[in-house]
């Protein structure tokens, strides 16, 4: 290994370890492409701001020659900011000296000559994509205004205008649109470009001896764009029966080829509206520490959602039905349009971190179990309730890792037959649940570090908390509902306690168990 080689080695390792170095590239990355940093906010309003106020000066030195001493200094300044930001997104780009590295480890690991000039020329290659890239070209010509003895380079100064699509997101958003139907875009370009190019040819052939406003090949060409433009400026007139043929023929031609391209474009940006609007509803539930997801706002789930929005609870609701989504928003929740069986969807909702509980309420026994599924393989520790709609498939919810399936139809036929047996008790029961009384069912959940784990239910004093166990529902081989166990009954992990009483009563107890504190 020769010397230069091994000095390039020490290097690229030495900025490896450098923990200085990664910490300045990582400020000019949040600086420059972090979309999300506070920082590159600033950043690029200062920049819109230095592009248009360098464009006008540039178009006011157009005019007057002679400059201004402030209009000097200006011009240097911005000159020497476009450069310092054309140097540090060519530097942040790529990791030259970990693509050096990669290339000398493997090199040794399998007993391989190195060869510095590859490993060179791989830096180069990987450097020359940001060189060719667009912005990166706008962003160099932006430079060229600036330098004063080619004064014909300041046609460029147009360029300084396009970098503004660089820091407004908008223009970001209309360029990835262009950028998502570059096939189509190239496609209908050809098409128009062909037919532009027949056209004007045609014309030259017919009109050459008979109009004197088409004597060259360029006048055809520009009465051929106009035409299939629809402009009609009507300064060039075909003067011939084949020429005015010609004509209607561009026209209509020109008429589906702009009708075609607007189809295009606003497809486009319906989708990507779509999608914005869809990242700002993922951005709104980031911002929650702890919510729960209802997948399904048909009867059920809107019933559910209803009554745990007034009891406080944070609440993201997810269906395909656009409709519905929109009377959820309507109610003050969070809704997104999405198919909640999609493991990317629940993964962005923060499913098993942020999320602490699941809530299967559509009206499909299959797109339940496949919820339930995906949850299950997201999170071991997220709590998933479903609801059954036919009780054959109880036992396949289990299977799909459900902590409780519910049948709806079920429970309503239990009430109803509670009613018409029992119908003074049940009646008081209903009085109490739902005339604002403040009493509530509830379950507090016993994870293993609580404090409450391996203690006796006497432990937890219920009486003198003003509640009343309702029952424990115990999940060993399959869920077991244990009503009214005695005192010395000894609670384990992952039992769930069934708890009626006010809900600042259940909140103190549940604040106790959490903290593990002895009274």
Request: proline share 3%; charged share 20%.
């Amino acid at each position: 290994m020769g010397y230069f080689t091994s000095f390039c080695v020490r290097l690229a390792y030495s900025i490896e370890a450098s923990s200085r170095y990664h910490r300045i590239k990582e400020f000019c990355r949040t600086l420059l492409e972090y979309q999300h940093s506070r920082l590159k906010f600033y950043f690029d309003i200062f920049m819109v701001i230095l592009v248009v106020i360098s464009v006008f000066f540039l178009l006011y030195e157009v005019k007057n020659p002679d400059g201004h001493p402030f209009l000097d200094t200006f011009v240097q300044f911005s000159l020497v900011v476009f450069i310092i930001e054309y140097l540090l997104r060519f530097w942040i780009y790529s990791d030259s000296h970990r693509i050096f590295l990669e290339r000398y480890d493997y090199a040794i690991n399998n007993n391989l000559p190195f060869s510095l000039p590859r490993a060179l020329l791989a830096i180069l290659k990987k450097k020359g994509e940001y060189i060719v890239s667009p912005l990166a070209i706008i962003d160099l010509l932006a430079i060229l205004p600036s330098y004063r003895p080619l004064r014909f380079l300041r046609i460029f100064l147009l360029f300084r205008i396009f970098k503004l699509f660089r820091y407004a997101r908008s223009m970001k958003t209309f360029t990835a649109i262009l950028t998502e139907k570059k096939f189509e875009l190239f496609t209908l370009a050809i098409f128009a470009s062909f037919v532009i190019f027949t056209g004007s040819s045609a014309i030259y052939i017919f009109e050459t001896h008979q109009n004197p406003k088409i004597n060259t090949l360029f006048d055809a060409l520009y009465w051929a764009i106009v035409t299939m433009g629809t402009v009609g400026y009507g300064d060039i007139v075909p003067v011939t029966t084949e020429g005015m043929i010609v004509s209607m023929v561009l026209i209509i031609l020109g008429v589906a080829t702009l009708a075609f391209l607007t189809s295009i474009i606003v497809s486009s940006f319906q989708n990507k509206l779509l999608e914005l609007k869809e990242s700002r509803l993922f951005a709104e539930v980031d911002r929650l520490e702890s919510y729960i997801v209802i997948c399904g706002y048909g009867r059920v789930g809107e019933v559910v959602a209803k009554m745990l929005h007034e009891d406080g609870y944070k609440l993201v609701i997810i269906d395909n039905d656009a409709e519905k989504i929109k009377l959820a928003q309507e109610r003050g929740l969070i809704g997104i349009v999405a198919d909640a069986s999609r493991s990317r969807i629940l993964g962005e909702l923060g499913v098993g971190k942020r999320a602490s509980q699941i809530i299967c309420a559509t009206n499909s026994d299959e797109l339940n179990v496949f919820i339930t599924l995906t949850a299950r393989s997201l999170s071991k520790q997220i709590i998933i309730i479903a609801r059954v709609i036919k009780n054959t498939h109880k036992r396949k919810y289990f299977l799909a890792g459900a902590n409780y399936a519910f049948s709806a139809d079920e429970t309503i036929g239990l009430m109803g037959a509670q009613y018409i047996t029992q119908p003074i008790s049940y009646a008081a029961l209903d009085e109490m649940l739902t005339e604002n009384t403040g009493v509530i069912f509830d379950m507090l959940p016993i994870h293993e570090h609580a404090f409450f784990v391996n203690q006796p239910l006497e432990a937890l004093e219920l009486r003198e908390e003003r509640l009343m166990l309702f029952g424990i529902l115990r999940k060993e081989s399959s869920p077991t509902f244990l009503f009214n166990p005695k005192s010395d009954f000894v609670l384990q992990p992952h039992d769930m306690l069934i708890i009626m009483g006010r809900k600042h009563h259940i909140n103190a107890l549940r604040k106790l168990n959490d903290k593990g504190n002895i009274r």
